[in-house]
């Protein structure tokens, strides 16, 4: 479990704090409101989705203090008042209980094997608990209208000239992308949701048909996870069954070669010339 799941867990398994107060160190932890739990980041700089997954589990405003290295001005964007700034000091606070990101204690709910409430999937990645976290908070009225920002680690394909190969689908690592034939029309669809940008689709797609236009953004795909980027007209080989984009002919480029060279060659991959088949040149 990584280190926002854990924490996401501790909350909760208790009763949800009314504040997270995130601190850039490791403490001790400034005066704050009661009702608050500190959570030191030991450096590291939280992400967007470390506040979406604690407001979507039950706390009411996740506070700043000038240590957390946090990009406030976007955290500010999407969460409206849900996210402050720490102020000065009053009398009736206290320092709050602190909790260190990465060393978050077991709940003794997980030790005695008792269910774990939680509005999230615990067991999925960060990036798909932001998205479902912004989801929740957009349909509780607690992400503004415009909201949310930040980029999703996910891209935004650009595909022309597909030839319904079904290459990418297969190289994707994380299932982002569905092809789809019916009768006379493939259609490819890419999940956003689901893409990490790994690059494997643009960097083996033979035909060369796919790009990225850049990185998407946490309001794009919670509004609209799923893009549809290339329709072909395609037929079926009679001869391989492999589906091909349709030409004059009935037979897949593959087969249509290979009746056109019958001495045992092949195209090589980029489907430019014939090479012999036993290394001769």
Do not use: K
């Amino acid at each position: 479990m990584d280190p926002v799941a854990a924490l996401v867990e501790y909350v909760a398994c208790g009763d949800a704090p009314r504040r997270v107060l995130l601190i850039g160190g490791d403490g001790p932890a400034p005066r704050a409101p009661r009702g608050t739990l500190a959570v030191g980041l030991a450096g590291t700089t939280a992400r967007v989705g470390l506040a979406a997954q604690l407001l979507a589990t039950g706390v009411d405003q996740v506070l700043l203090d000038e240590t957390a290295s946090t990009g406030a001005d976007l955290w500010h964007q999407t969460f409206g008042d849900a996210v402050a700034t720490l102020g000065p000091p009053r009398p009736t606070w206290r320092r709050p209980a602190l909790v260190l990101l990465g060393q978050t204690p077991v709940p003794r709910r997980v030790l005695l094997g008792l269910p774990v409430r939680s509005a999230l999937d615990l067991s999925r990645d960060d990036t798909d608990r932001t998205v479902a976290a912004l989801a929740l908070l957009r349909a509780r009225g607690r992400v503004p209208a415009d909201g949310p920002a930040g980029e999703h680690p996910g891209s935004c394909l650009v595909v022309g000239g597909c030839t319904a190969c079904g290459v990418c689908v297969r190289a994707c690592p994380t299932g982002a992308l569905d092809l789809v034939h019916d009768a006379t029309t493939s259609v490819l669809t890419h999940h956003t949701d689901r893409c990490r940008s790994t690059g494997a689709c643009m960097d083996l797609c033979p035909a060369g048909a796919i790009t990225s236009s850049g990185p998407a953004t946490f309001g794009a795909v919670v509004d609209d996870p799923t893009t549809v980027v290339a329709t072909c007209t395609t037929t079926t080989c009679p001869r391989c069954g492999a589906r091909h984009v349709a030409n004059p002919g009935s037979l897949c480029p593959v087969c249509d070669f290979r009746r056109t060279h019958v001495f045992g060659t092949h195209l090589d991959v980029a489907g430019t010339r014939a090479a012999p088949a036993f290394g001769t040149t």
